[in-house]
C-alpha cells in the first residue's frame, strides 16, 4: 500500500497541474479574447516549470540570486493558483450572469495579485502562542519555549532568528526546545547565520527534521553544536524536573504512508521501546513531525511537541491539510497524552501565509490539578 500511494498521489498530482494549466490557458484566451491558445499555454506552462525549477534548485545552492528568483518564483505560483481558483469563481458566476468577460477577467488578476502580496507580508512577521499545560506528576511550572521550522535559508536568515531569540529572551522560559527544519538550504549555512543561536540566554534542545536531511544533516549538526546548542539524538534527559525525550526525525513504524518519508532504519515504534522510560515521571517528547502518537503514548509520554505541517501555510491547503494530519495545529488529547502542533515560526517553498501564521509556542507546564 505504501508503494502504491506513492506512485498514485504524484501521478494525481501532476495530472491536476496539467488540467489547471490547460484551463488557465484557455480561460485568460477566452476572456481576453486572445487567438493563440495553444501559445498562452505554452507560455503559461514554461512559467510554471521555470518557477518549480528555481524553487527545487534554491534547497542545495547559496546563492543570493538563486534565493530571490526562489522567493519570487513562489510568489508567482501562488499568484496562479488564487488566479486559478478565481477563474473557477468567475466561470461559475458567469454561468448565471452575463459578466463582461474583459473587465471580469482583469478583477480575477488584480485580486490574485492583491491576496498574493498579502500573503507575502503576513509571513514576514511571527507570533507568540501562549498555552497552559497540565501536566502529571510535575511537582512545579516549567516555562518553555516551543520553536519549529524556522526554515532559515531563502526565505528567511540571521536577522528573522534574531528576532526570534530577542522574543524569546523577553519571555524568559526555563529552556527552549527547537525541534527540527531549523534551516532549509545552503543559504543558512553561511556563516553568521546560525550565530543567533548564542542568543538565546536558556539552554536549548534541538532535534533535527527532514529539510535538514535534505541539505547535510552532519554539516547542519556541527554547526548548530557549535553555539551550544544541546543536540538530542534518540536520547533522554531529565532537566526542569522533566523527562525529555528527543527523537531524529523518522517513520512511525515500517507500515505507516508518510508523504515525508524518513530513510531512518529506526522507527518511533522501534526507537521508544528501546529508550525504556521512567514511568509516573513528568514527560515531554519531541518530534518533528506529529506521527506515531500511539508508540508515545504508550511510552508513557505526556506532552508531545511537533511541528512540520506548517499547518498547511496557504488557503486553501490549510483545509486540505486537515485530511493528511490526524493533528494537524494546536493543543489535542490523543488518549491519555497531549499533543501540541506548531503552526511553524518560518515558511517553505512558498514566502507567503494565509490562512495560517508563523509562530512560537510559549507554553506554561503546570502540575496536575
Given at each position: 500500500?505504501?508503494?502504491?500511494?506513492?506512485?498514485?498521489?504524484?501521478?494525481?498530482?501532476?495530472?491536476?497541474?496539467?488540467?489547471?494549466?490547460?484551463?488557465?490557458?484557455?480561460?485568460?484566451?477566452?476572456?481576453?479574447?486572445?487567438?493563440?491558445?495553444?501559445?498562452?499555454?505554452?507560455?503559461?506552462?514554461?512559467?510554471?516549470?521555470?518557477?518549480?525549477?528555481?524553487?527545487?534548485?534554491?534547497?542545495?545552492?547559496?546563492?543570493k540570486l538563486v534565493g530571490?528568483?526562489?522567493?519570487?518564483?513562489?510568489?508567482?505560483?501562488?499568484?496562479?493558483?488564487?488566479?486559478?481558483?478565481?477563474?473557477?469563481?468567475?466561470?461559475?458566476?458567469?454561468?448565471?450572469?452575463?459578466?463582461?468577460?474583459?473587465?471580469?477577467?482583469?478583477?480575477?488578476?488584480?485580486?490574485?495579485?492583491?491576496?498574493?502580496?498579502?500573503?507575502?507580508?503576513?509571513?514576514?512577521?511571527?507570533?507568540?502562542?501562549?498555552?497552559?499545560?497540565?501536566?502529571?506528576?510535575?511537582?512545579?511550572?516549567?516555562?518553555?519555549?516551543?520553536?519549529?521550522?524556522?526554515?532559515?535559508?531563502?526565505?528567511?536568515?540571521?536577522?528573522?532568528?534574531?528576532?526570534?531569540?530577542?522574543?524569546?529572551?523577553?519571555?524568559?522560559?526555563?529552556?527552549?526546545?527547537?525541534?527540527?527544519?531549523?534551516?532549509?538550504?545552503?543559504?543558512?549555512?553561511?556563516?553568521?547565520?546560525?550565530?543567533?543561536?548564542?542568543?538565546?540566554?536558556?539552554?536549548?534542545?534541538?532535534?533535527?527534521?527532514?529539510?535538514?536531511?535534505?541539505?547535510?544533516?552532519?554539516?547542519?549538526?556541527?554547526?548548530?553544536?557549535?553555539?551550544?546548542?544541546?543536540?538530542?539524538?534518540?536520547?533522554?534527559?531529565?532537566?526542569?524536573?522533566?523527562?525529555?525525550?528527543?527523537?531524529?526525525?523518522?517513520?512511525?513504524?515500517?507500515?505507516?504512508?508518510?508523504?515525508?518519508?524518513?530513510?531512518?532504519?529506526?522507527?518511533?515504534?522501534?526507537?521508544?521501546?528501546?529508550?525504556?522510560?521512567?514511568?509516573?515521571?513528568?514527560?515531554?517528547?519531541?518530534?518533528?513531525?506529529?506521527?506515531?502518537?500511539?508508540?508515545?503514548?504508550?511510552?508513557?509520554?505526556?506532552?508531545?511537541?511537533?511541528?512540520?505541517?506548517?499547518?498547511?501555510?496557504?488557503?486553501?491547503?490549510?483545509?486540505?491539510?486537515?485530511?493528511?494530519?490526524?493533528?494537524n495545529k494546536g493543543l489535542?488529547?490523543?488518549?491519555?497524552?497531549?499533543?501540541?502542533?506548531?503552526?511553524?515560526?518560518?515558511?517553505?517553498?512558498?514566502?507567503?501565509?494565509?490562512?495560517?501564521?508563523?509562530?512560537?509556542?510559549?507554553?506554561?507546564?503546570?502540575?496536575?490539578?
Amino acid at each position: 500500500m505504501k508503494k502504491l500511494l506513492g506512485v498514485v498521489i504524484p501521478i494525481t498530482m501532476l495530472a491536476f497541474v496539467a488540467l489547471s494549466l490547460w484551463y488557465v490557458s484557455s480561460r485568460l484566451s477566452i476572456l481576453f479574447d486572445l487567438s493563440s491558445l495553444w501559445l498562452i499555454f505554452i507560455v503559461v506552462t514554461l512559467a510554471i516549470a521555470g518557477t518549480a525549477t528555481a524553487i527545487v534548485a534554491g534547497v542545495k545552492s547559496a546563492s543570493k540570486l538563486v534565493g530571490h528568483l526562489n522567493v519570487l518564483s513562489g510568489y508567482f505560483i501562488m499568484l496562479y493558483v488564487y488566479t486559478l481558483f478565481l477563474l473557477i469563481i468567475q466561470h461559475a458566476v458567469q454561468l448565471i450572469w452575463d459578466l463582461p468577460a474583459t473587465l471580469s477577467a482583469s478583477v480575477v488578476l488584480v485580486l490574485a495579485f492583491i491576496v498574493t502580496v498579502t500573503g507575502a507580508i503576513r509571513a514576514s512577521t511571527f507570533r507568540v502562542d501562549e498555552r497552559k499545560i497540565r501536566i502529571p506528576w510535575l511537582k512545579k511550572e516549567v516555562n518553555v519555549m516551543h520553536i519549529s521550522d524556522v526554515h532559515l535559508g531563502h526565505h528567511n536568515s540571521r536577522d528573522y532568528l534574531s528576532k526570534i531569540a530577542k522574543e524569546t529572551n523577553h519571555r524568559k522560559p526555563d529552556f527552549v526546545i527547537i525541534n527540527g527544519d531549523l534551516v532549509d538550504s545552503n543559504a543558512a549555512l553561511l556563516p553568521g547565520v546560525l550565530d543567533p543561536l548564542s542568543d538565546f540566554k536558556a539552554p536549548i534542545y534541538y532535534v533535527g527534521g527532514n529539510h535538514e536531511k535534505y541539505i547535510d544533516n552532519e554539516r547542519v549538526l556541527k554547526l548548530i553544536r557549535q553555539q551550544g546548542v544541546r543536540i538530542l539524538h534518540n536520547e533522554v534527559v531529565e532537566t526542569h524536573g522533566l523527562q525529555l525525550v528527543g527523537l531524529d526525525y523518522m517513520n512511525a513504524d515500517e507500515n505507516t504512508f508518510d508523504m515525508h518519508a524518513s530513510d531512518h532504519s529506526q522507527t518511533i515504534k522501534s526507537t521508544l521501546s528501546d529508550l525504556r522510560l521512567k514511568k509516573n515521571t513528568p514527560t515531554v517528547l519531541m518530534h518533528h513531525s506529529p506521527v506515531g502518537l500511539q508508540y508515545a503514548e504508550a511510552a508513557g509520554a505526556n506532552l508531545i511537541l511537533s511541528g512540520h505541517t506548517h499547518a498547511g501555510q496557504v488557503f486553501p491547503f490549510n483545509l486540505l491539510n486537515e485530511l493528511v494530519f490526524n493533528y494537524n495545529k494546536g493543543l489535542h488529547q490523543h488518549g491519555k497524552t497531549k499533543i501540541l502542533v506548531s503552526s511553524g515560526a518560518g515558511t517553505y517553498m512558498l514566502r507567503i501565509r494565509l490562512g495560517t501564521s508563523n509562530e512560537i509556542n510559549m507554553l506554561r507546564l503546570l502540575p496536575s490539578k
